[in-house]
């Protein structure tokens, strides 16, 4: 009767269930085996998190300072070496050669189509040498054609052909250099802008490592509060505050930054097909005024944002935290309930 009696008011609550599902192991070693967990989880974690959030401010940066100033600067000076042969033609055209200042426009392109290719000298990793033969000697032979040739028809209209071969000869031809170069440029600028499978591999590691920590980090809790008669542990809860944060912050502002290149990059085939037109008449200042307005919309795209080093600036603080503090708390226990009894 008296078993009867005690075998009905056994403890059948969830906590008596882990108690005995936990009895075989001692405290300490299971106290340690979280230790050892949280270490290698949040060191996995916020390695993986740094480093792929490294590399997409990387990204942003190169695209920033080099790829779409390139690709800006060989759209502008194909469109400035079109305008130019354009402005040459209407000045024969209606017979302006000889009045006085009639020549500034074409070489005001001319030189506008020189200092875009010397601002992207050091921005590229093409060679621009034979390009900006080419323009010297195309801008030469306008001038010749246009200037010194005024009374010698004959030698004028071979300057100037010379000039036209030397815009659009097929192969070798200034402009079609310049296509090549913009094609190729653009192609870099894609590859600067995408996410690589490495960079994309580092943030699934991140996030399954955290993911590990949180479920390692309640765990622990867990564990302090059944065996150890602790109910709150405030270093692991600030570890997993923190945790939780390093989750979902750092990824918002990657996934905000990605939009912006691909945004970027996305105007930048815009100004590369304006360019690539082969337009005639007044139909290249339209072209010249959409490329500059996209290259502003490109540059207030990829603006330096303060706040997006402050992010990582707050990830490099947050993830020696998440590596310190949970592992602090599981020490302090440990050594205040255990290792000093040893």
């Not at 993986?48 to 990204?59: D, F």
């Not at 390139?70 to 070496?81: C, E, S, T």
């Not at 809790?221 to 008669?229: A, I, K, N, P, S």
């Amino acid at each position: 009767m008296t078993t009867g009696h005690a075998a009905s008011r056994r403890d059948y609550s969830p906590t008596a269930f882990w108690r005995g599902r936990l009895s075989p192991f001692r405290t300490r070693r299971l106290l340690e085996a979280h230790l050892l967990l949280l270490t290698v989880c949040a060191t996995v974690a916020v390695g993986a998190l740094l480093l792929s959030y490294h590399q997409t401010q990387r990204g942003a940066e190169a695209l920033s300072s080099r790829e779409a100033p390139a690709v800006q600067g060989l759209a502008a000076a194909r469109l400035a070496v079109l305008r130019a042969e354009w402005e040459t033609e209407v000045l024969l055209k209606n017979d302006l050669i000889r009045v006085a200042g009639s020549g500034e426009t074409y070489r005001s392109q001319l030189s506008a189509a020189d200092q875009s290719l010397s601002r992207i000298a050091d921005r590229t990793d093409q060679d621009l040498g034979t390009v900006n033969g080419l323009l010297a000697t195309y801008g030469n032979s306008l001038n010749l054609g246009t200037s010194l040739y005024q009374g010698q028809p004959y030698m004028q209209e071979q300057k100037l052909r010379e000039a036209k071969s030397l815009l659009i000869r097929p192969g070798v031809g200034l402009v079609p250099r310049l296509d090549r170069l913009q094609q190729i440029q653009l192609q870099h600028a894609e590859g600067t802008a995408a996410m690589g499978w490495v960079q994309r591999s580092g943030w699934w590691v991140a996030e399954l490592a955290l993911a590990a920590l949180v479920l390692t980090l309640m765990s622990a809790l867990f564990v302090l509060r059944d065996r150890c008669g602790r109910d709150w542990n405030p270093y692991l809860l600030a570890g997993f505050v923190l945790t939780v944060l390093l989750a979902v912050v750092p990824v918002m502002t990657t996934s905000s930054t990605e939009d912006d290149l691909d945004n970027a990059f996305s105007d930048l085939q815009t100004i590369t097909e304006v360019s690539g037109q082969n337009c005639c008449s007044h139909a290249l200042v339209g072209a010249q005024q959409e490329v500059t307005e996209k290259s502003e919309e490109v540059r207030g795209e990829l603006a330096d944002d303060a706040w997006t080093d402050r992010v990582y600036r707050g990830t490099l603080i947050g993830g020696l935290l998440v590596v310190l503090l949970p592992a602090t708390g599981l020490v302090l226990r440990l050594d205040s309930d255990y290792w000093r009894r040893r």
